[in-house]
């Protein structure tokens, strides 16, 4: 709560903030780093970085077992972590919040026990041409299981979607929606509200992938209306190894478990073994408990900061961003869409993006570069690769100067 | 700029890199592969036309990447011209040893010891499958399969 009155939302300082993330006073090939990868995977603050080392040094035991005092302390902590992320996502109730891996296993797991237990050969899934791989992939493993039809809503040059495409796709057999609230690559952020209404309207579910949103959008899954929405710990400031699924209770309650195991039972014989109740039973086996309570701290601390606030700082670095990039020799940003946030992409039309990684890395800038687990839309951009510079709430001027001073640099080479 | 930067980015590099030598399809290839590099999404086809003599009459490739793949695609196809697979097979293991810093002052052989200026990859690591995918891909074709991956 400290944090709170430290940054208040009117006044934020971002400054005051990057002093609470230890790893942003380091150096890199001894330059002051200018980390722009936080859409890869966040850095950490103090505040996630202290909770976990608390957990082991004071708080470790398993979860849901323990008939002694730390095991029942680490198990409220942790189940107070589900509370923790039903009020920041909006969720009617803890039953509908899944503790996985990442949001990969999220989606591989509606796949599965959703999937495979509702879809019929024949039913479509829709997704867009902007989607991660793991929004793709698991489609494609159930399409070849199933024989369900995988249907692709294209975008335009800007990289928004066509909604009007998007509708055409809709049918009598779209069992599934399942896209993306914001770009990995391009920053675009969708019309969600506007998808969920009209997949509903032909009655299929939908399955909002909200990585990269998350961190920048306040979200409200009940206001929103989705049926799952999935994200990551880690891209959130808090640990890797921890990811959420958010599904309705009524469609968590009728689907299967996805893996068979310890504390996802409700009893066992060698005969027949009845499920433990939501979400448990989507939880089998030991969970990451540090990582969920990190996850948790990650939330209270930006919880303090204000989404709104941390929205409106992310949005002033964009814009500066976009202007310095813009006017830089040479230069062409792909995804140019008037809604996104926090990345932005680009190419140079005389240097390839892993030589610009590779002698910008020498400046202390850390960006990452390639096709960022998103091929078919780099096939759609027709670029085989892009520099992907990113942004988080700690990100300031000096980062973006640090890019652009280094693109010098790589001009100097390929120019 | 730092120098292992410099050491990379040698002249020579940056002019195979933006004027690659050999840099076409063959319609009449004997042996073809595709490589790709999944880490980053490259991915280029390596031809080669193997004469009667069992010596490569005619090498070369497409495809899109990085300054480093596409200098030692160049410089490769260029080397390959009237070596038999074995001979090849060797130039490979040496320059793969050159390039991970297996073996220190690695003997290219006198023709391809211009590779030398490739060496610099040995201090980035994360680029080292840049200069070795052309190779790996050359390899594949020479012993008959259609694709590989460098993971």
Redesign the interface.
């Known amino acids: 709560m400290a944090d709170t009155a430290m940054h208040s939302p009117a006044a934020y300082d971002v400054e005051t903030v990057r002093g609470d993330f230890p790893i942003l006073s380091r150096t890199m090939?001894g330059k002051p780093l200018a980390f722009l990868d936080s859409a890869a995977s966040a850095q950490k603050p103090r505040a996630v970085i202290d909770t976990v080392r608390d957990v082991y040094e004071r708080e470790y035991a398993n979860v849901h077992r323990g008939l002694y005092e730390i095991s029942e302390a680490v198990t409220d902590r942790y189940e107070g972590t589900r509370e923790t992320i039903r009020d920041f996502i909006g969720a009617a109730s803890t039953k509908e919040i899944v503790f996985t891996r990442n949001a990969t296993e999220s989606v591989n797991l509606v796949a599965h026990s959703f999937g495979r237990n509702f879809l019929e050969e024949g039913d479509e899934v829709v997704i867009t041409e902007l989607e991660h791989h793991a929004n793709i992939v698991p489609w494609q493993m159930l399409r070849d299981e199933k024989g369900i039809v995988l249907k692709v809503a294209p975008i335009t040059d800007d990289g928004e979607l066509i909604m009007s495409a998007f509708e055409d796709l809709l049918g009598p057999r779209t069992k599934l929606v399942a896209v993306a609230h914001m770009s990995n690559v391009m920053g675009t952020i969708l019309p969600v509200e506007d998808i969920i209404r009209r997949a509903h309207a032909v009655g299929a579910k939908v399955l909002i992938d909200g990585c990269q949103s998350v961190t920048h959008i306040p979200i409200d899954v009940q206001a929103l209306g989705c049926d799952f929405f999935v994200f990551s710990g880690h891209k959130l400031y808090g640990p890797s190894g921890i990811g959420l699924l958010y599904g309705r209770e009524e469609l968590l309650d009728a689907m299967p478990p996805f893996m068979g195991g310890g504390d996802m039972i409700s009893s066992v014989t060698f005969e027949k073994s009845t499920w433990a109740r939501l979400p448990h039973k989507f939880e089998a086996g030991t969970p990451a408990i540090a990582q969920a309570i990190g996850l948790g701290a990650a939330i209270d601390y930006v919880n303090g900061l204000g989404l709104a606030a941390i929205g409106q700082h992310e949005a002033d670095m964009l814009n500066y961003a976009t202007q310095q990039l813009s006017s830089f020799d040479g230069l062409r940003i792909i995804g140019t869409a008037p809604n996104k946030a926090s990345v932005v992409s680009f190419v140079l039309d005389y240097?390839?993006?892993?030589?610009i990684a590779?002698?910008i890395d020498?400046a202390g800038v850390a960006v990452r570069?390639?096709?960022h687990c998103a091929?078919p839309l780099?096939d759609r951009m027709d670029v085989?690769?892009t520099v992907r510079a990113s942004i988080g709430l700690y990100t300031n001027k000096s980062d973006i100067d640090a890019l652009v001073g280094a693109l010098g640099?790589v001009q100097?080479?390929?120019g | 700029m730092s120098d292992d930067l410099r050491e990379l980015y040698q002249e020579v590099i940056l002019d195979h890199g933006k004027h690659p030598r050999n840099f076409h399809a063959c319609e009449d290839a004997t042996n073809e592969a595709r490589g790709n590099n999944p880490l980053c999404g490259d991915q280029l086809v390596i031809y080669l036309k193997m004469g009667e003599d069992g010596k490569v009459a005619d090498a070369s490739f497409v495809g899109k990447g990085c300054a480093i793949s596409m200098a030692s695609a160049s410089m490769m196809t260029d080397l390959l011209k009237g070596r038999t697979a074995e001979e090849a097979q060797a130039m490979f293991d040496a320059f793969h040893k050159m390039c991970t810093g297996e073996e220190e002052d690695v003997d290219l052989g006198e023709e391809a010891e211009k590779l030398r200026v490739l060496s610099g990859v040995r201090e980035f690591p994360t680029r080292v499958k840049c200069a070795t995918l052309p190779w790996h891909t050359m390899v594949a074709a020479l012993e008959g399969q259609d694709e590989i991956s460098t993971e």
């Open positions: 090939h240097a390839h993006p892993h030589d590779t002698i020498r570069a390639g096709h091929q780099m085989p690769a640099d100097e080479f390929f």
